[in-house]
Every structure is written in C-alpha cells, then in structure tokens.
C-alpha cells in the first residue's frame, strides 16, 4: 500500500463520475461527458466532449454505446465506436431523476427515483442500408432488438438529424396484445365525441401493431367505417353490460397484455355504457380480478373518459401480486371540446399514435390541460 502513486492526471471542471472502455475515459460534469484517452498516464489528453442538457449522474458504456443518467431529464445515449467523433444517438425522459444505469447484453436498467427500475432497449444500427441520392435512402432489412415494441427511426450525419417517433414496430407475437374499446351509447349532443375519441383510440391502436381482429370495439354504430378501408368491419356490435363483460370473460383470456378504454357518461362508481344501463366499478373489478387470476394474463390498462371516472379506481384494485394500471381523466365533470378532438383522451391517444409509452402520452396530455380543464389521475 506504500507504493500507490498517482499514475497521471488531467484537469477536469467539476468532475462527477467516469467510466472506462479501452483505452478511453468517459468523464461526467456538470453539463459534459469529456472523452479521455488514457492509453498513456503520464499523457492523458481529451479528445472530444458530449454536451448534455443535465448533469450525468452516471455513465455505463459497451463496446458501441455510452448510457447516461440525466438526472430530470432521462437516459442520453451515445455512439462511441469512434470515441473521438462520438454522436448522440437517442434521448429517452423517465419520470422523476434517473440517478444510475447499467448496461447489460444490449438492454440499459436504469434506477428512476419516481419509477423505480426502468428497463430500455439499446439503440440498434441499421447496416444494410443504400443511398441512392441526397434524398433517398433504402433499406434492405432492419435487425430485431431483444426487447418488443415500438421504435424511433433516426436518420443523422455529421451536420443534421431527423427523427420519426414510433416509425417501426417489433412485436414477436401480435397475438397475445388485445384491446377492448367501449363507446357508450348517447342520446345527447356529446355523442359524436365519444365515437371521435373511440375511433381514434382503434386507429392509434392499429397503427401501433395491434391485429384487427384483436379489437373488440363496441360502438353505436357496427355500419361505420373506422379504418377508412371501405368494410364495415371495425365494430363489432353495440355496446351493453353483458358483451363487454363476456369480451372480459371468454374473448381476452388468451391475452398477455389487456388494454380496456372506455368513453361516454359516467357517474359516481358507474358507467352509462348505454340509455338503459349501467355498469358498476364493483362488477367490472370482479371480472377483471376473475381474468387476471385464472389467466397468465400479464397486465390490464384501463382508462376512462367520463365524468366522475375517478371514481372507478378505488374499486378497481387489482388482486395481489398482478398488474393493473387505471388513468381516469375527471374526478367531477370531464370536458369535450371541439366533437372530441380536445379531450383527456383524444391528445393521450394521439400521444401513443406519436410513438410515445403511456408515461410520455399522459405527460402531453397534462400539458395540454388548459384546452379542456380535466383533472386527470392516475393509479
């Protein structure tokens, strides 16, 4: 121990953390991670710097990719197969400050002070690509990443970037997601609104990878054409309490994930899903704890968009050990503007048409609350 020595150094303000990868030292500061070579201590010299928009609170690296915690602002990611002209490749927000993250394989696990431990795929280089003039670029194949779901297609050079949030999606089996969608019955001047945010909450789900025929849609009107492919084949009859319990029941039991949406009036602890019924949160909570108990069924989504839709989430709890979330839109009164299109769930779907995770979509939405005064919450 009496012979330690310092080696080398380099002066670095405000240094907060580093990483290694060969030959190369990833240095954290306040708002830049300097890239160092350190091949030769007694000549360390820093060859290039990223600029962040936050502090990196830690940096994992592999052979390609630099991961950092961002603290407020998420996980940066880095291409550093050329550390002296690196490039930032992806930029994904996670609720609260991401204060660690470790690369493992291809996947990145990042410790979320508000969400826990957060799980991200990697960004994948595609390779099998041609340019056939300044403006066009095609591609032969695309690699299947580990981890399913939809991704962000970023195209950049040494100049410029552009990006489409959501452009491709990989689902190993588009069987096990289903979806049931509830427009209740009306017969009031907010009718056109409920089927506006319906439809628009089936097209982002097809848009998104989810099969036709893994949408059970109960709407007032089976004649309408909600896909615009010119068939009537996107409702599959109209809504009452005993088909949206039997979809829960007998149609999604084979299921790995279960999204529910259900839009109309609402009352305190009910549902208006027509003019003759209602359907209690008690009764629709028995059913879904029935599905998640005796099915391998991994998760359930619910969200509600109806006044009094808060309501719904002390009853809809779900049994120990299994997974349901609930976003409800209104505690009181929940507002439609515009037939619909400025509405709690309309800008939370066009948030998930956009690429975005339900996080990211009900961030959006809340941003947007001074268009239509709803108080949504989530359980």
């Not at 400050?97 to 493992?104: H, R």
């Not at 084949?233 to 029941?249: G, H, Q």
Request: proline residues 4%.
């Amino acid at each position: 121990m009496e012979n330690l020595k310092i080696l080398g150094s380099i002066h670095i303000e405000n240094p907060f953390n580093v990483a290694v990868k060969n030959s190369y030292a990833y240095v954290g500061d306040y708002n830049k991670i300097h890239i160092v070579d350190v091949s030769n201590p007694n000549d360390l010299t820093e060859e290039n710097d990223v600029q962040t928009n936050d502090r990196p609170m830690s940096t994992s690296l592999n052979d390609q990719t630099a991961c950092v915690a961002l603290g407020h602002t998420g996980i940066l990611m880095v291409d550093i197969q050329k550390p002296m002209s690196p490039k930032i490749i992806g930029q994904i927000d996670l609720p609260g400050m991401v204060m660690d993250i470790k690369i493992n394989n291809n996947i990145a696990y990042a410790a979320c002070n508000a969400a826990g431990l957060a799980i991200v795929s990697l960004p994948y280089e595609i390779k099998e690509k041609t340019m056939t003039d300044q403006s066009h670029l095609s591609v032969s194949s695309f690699p299947f990443p580990d981890v399913d779901g939809h991704y962000t297609l970023r195209v950049f050079n040494e100049e410029a970037s552009f990006q489409m949030s959501g452009a491709i999606s990989f689902i190993n089996d588009r069987k096990k997601l289903k979806a049931i969608i509830v427009c209740a019955q009306s017969n009031d001047y907010l009718m056109p609104a409920f089927e506006n945010t319906s439809s628009h909450a089936y097209n982002t789900l097809l848009y998104q990878g989810y099969l036709k025929e893994n949408i059970y849609f109960l709407g007032p009107d089976p004649s309408k054409d909600i896909d615009n492919n010119c068939k009537a084949d996107d409702i599959n009859a109209v809504p009452t309490i005993s088909r949206f319990l039997e979809a829960i029941d007998k149609w999604a039991i084979d299921a790995q994930e279960l999204i529910i949406f259900m839009v109309g009036h609402g009352e305190d602890g009910a549902y208006l899903i027509n003019t003759n019924e209602k359907l209690e949160a008690k009764v629709l909570d028995q059913h879904l704890d029935n599905l998640q108990n005796n099915t391998d069924i991994q998760s359930v989504l619910v969200i509600y968009d109806a006044c009094y839709s808060e309501s719904f989430a002390k009853y809809l709890k779900p049994p120990e050990n299994k997974y349901r979330l609930i976003i409800s839109s209104a505690s009181g009164d929940a507002f439609f503007h515009n037939n619909g299109l400025k509405s709690f769930s309309y800008i939370f779907w066009s948030g998930i048409m956009t690429g975005g995770n339900v996080y990211n979509a009900l961030r959006d939405t809340r941003s947007s609350e001074a268009l239509y005064c709803s108080d949504d919450k989530t359980y």
